[in-house]
């Protein structure tokens, strides 16, 4: 009998389904994989074939997106399986948020686990443990009912996880679950010297208890009872957050997740679920540094009102800009909201492009700034390009993330200094501060500085390198203590 310790530990990878899960999550499962792995990972059919059916209208037709990263690395042993969330493949999630997440919450976990069992089937006894995002609510429990280890994935920053995690003091104190919920300093969370009310994530600035907030109740019962815990983040950005929770579950800082080598690639994986405009021939003839890239990333929308005024402020600025204007911004009946009157002033200036890809754009030399919604994917590769913030949080974490940005690292400015009331001239006195090198001189420092840091991680030696040589090697140590446990038995 052959001890399956000697075999590569197979883990079954669970992306959540929205474009700023999938892409760390496609990461993590190329740099297991790379790590001698065997990874079986789970999509949607509706990430997949948003993906896909980009793909098909340019000519690719691959039905695994990790087709093409086998073939350029032969020995990437990654398993590609896609379920359904729930839904019909074409509905509109995030225009129907409660709808979809009520599928997440209560639909999809049926059909990973029908899939789960027939993997476990087929593979036994290899497979060791389910790598599932964090904002799931059902992998603890499915990995125990499959004897798996459960590793919860954490996509954001440690400040996020570790006020979701003690939600239960924001909640006694009176910071969270209230109608007239307290609006002063914040300064008992463990490893948080002190945050405002307002910059916790949207959904704990609310009163309402919608699906979401049942989700994030639920998911964190279960991360809490994780065997260990896996986050994009960095060690040295984020210490004091990380060596508190350290305390209370095995937590491990292992990003940035994205392929630094070469930035501009994907490691031959297609993530994107929109087709992706070519700029940079416009780029190229442009002055280092004179452009702002504008993106409100992939998800949540803009109120058309707000979007209106940001146009406007850019009119006035007169900086160039390229600025991605996802189709479904506002929202899907109205594909193009900015007036006419807005690209006819500033065609000399400015292109306007539904989709692209953000990395390559943002590091081609001619960009200079960087206008975000504050995803912490687009703050990630922002710093990776050495991009000073304008900052524009629209949901959930970004709040928070604007916070690290501009107060904690000093890396951005804010757009509008008050929430929710945007006026052009601020916008265009914003944009002039940023794009110009000599006023916006420390956010530039500051973040060359912040690279670094990440830059020393990633090396053979840095923290984020020690931490996933760490998980990798605990995770053995585990798994093996697992089995001779069993062969006791």
């Given amino acids: 009998m052959v001890d399956h310790l000697q075999k590569k530990p197979h883990s079954i990878l669970v992306s959540y389904p929205l474009q700023g899960h999938v892409i760390p999550s496609v990461q993590l499962a190329i740099k297991l994989a790379s790590s001698g792995f065997t990874i079986t990972f789970i999509n949607t059919q509706s990430i997949h074939h948003q993906i896909t ?34 839904l019909p493949v074409d509905f509109d999630r995030s225009l129907n948020h409660d709808q979809f997440m009520a599928s997440l919450l209560h639909v999809f976990s049926a059909h990973v686990e029908e899939v789960l069992l027939k993997i476990i089937l087929e593979n ?18 499915l990995a125990k009912k499959y004897g798996l280890l459960y590793i919860s994935f954490w996509t954001e920053p440690a400040l996020v996880f570790t006020l979701y995690y003690h939600m239960d003091l924001l909640r006694s104190n009176g910071h969270f679950g209230f109608i007239d919920a307290r609006e002063d300093s ?24 919608s699906v979401t907030h049942q989700i994030i109740f639920k998911a964190f019962r279960d991360a809490k009872n994780a065997d260990m815990v896996l986050c994009n983040t960095v060690e040295e950005l984020e210490p004091q957050v990380i060596s508190s929770i350290q305390k209370r579950v095995p937590f491990y800082a ?18 994107s679920l929109w087709a992706e405009s070519d700029c940079s021939r416009w780029l190229d003839y442009q002055e280092r540094g004179s452009v702002l ?26 900086v160039k800009f390229v600025w991605v204007m996802r189709p479904d911004i506002v929202d899907s009946d109205d594909a193009d909201p900015l007036p006419d009157e807005f690209k006819k002033g500033t065609q000399d200036r400015g292109i306007i492009i539904p989709w692209c890809n953000q990395k390559q754009v943002i590091s081609h030399p001619a960009i200079g700034g960087f206008l975000t919604h504050c995803g912490w994917n687009s703050i990630l590769e922002s710093i990776w390009c050495e991009l000073p913030m304008l900052c524009f949080p629209l949901l959930t974490d970004q709040f928070t993330n604007r916070k690290l940005v501009v107060d904690d690292w000093k890396i951005g400015v804010d757009l509008c200094v008050v929430k929710n009331l945007v006026t052009p001239n601020e916008v265009a006195k914003n944009v002039k501060y940023l794009m110009t090198e000599e006023s916006s001189r420390e956010l530039r420092n500051a973040v060359k500085e912040i690279k670094n840091i990440l830059d020393k991680a990633i090396q053979n030696g840095g923290s984020s390198w020690c931490n996933t040589t760490k998980y990798i090697k605990d995770l053995r140590l585990i798994l093996e203590n697992k089995n001779k446990r069993n062969l006791n038995v």
């Fill in 124 to 141: 036994k006894p290899n497979v060791s443990c389910l790598i599932a995002d964090t904002f799931f609510v059902w992998p603890g429990h």
């Fill in 293 to 318: 890239y504008v993106s409100f990333g992939s998800y949540a929308h803009v109120r058309k009102i707000d979007l209106l005024k940001i146009a406007n402020g850019l009119a006035l600025s007169n």
């Fill in 53 to 86: 059916s980009k793909n098909q209208q340019s000519g690719h037709q691959e039905e695994d997106i990790f087709a093409e990263a086998r073939r350029a690395s032969p020995g990437l042993d990654i398993r590609y399986i896609t379920v359904s969330d729930g």
């Fill in 254 to 271: 292992i990003g940035p997740l994205f392929p630094t080598s070469d930035f501009t690639s994907n490691n031959n994986v297609a993530m």
């Fill in 186 to 209: 914040i300064d008992y969370i463990p490893g948080v010297p002190r945050i405002e009310a307002k910059d916790l994530m949207s959904y704990l600035q609310t009163p309402d208890v």
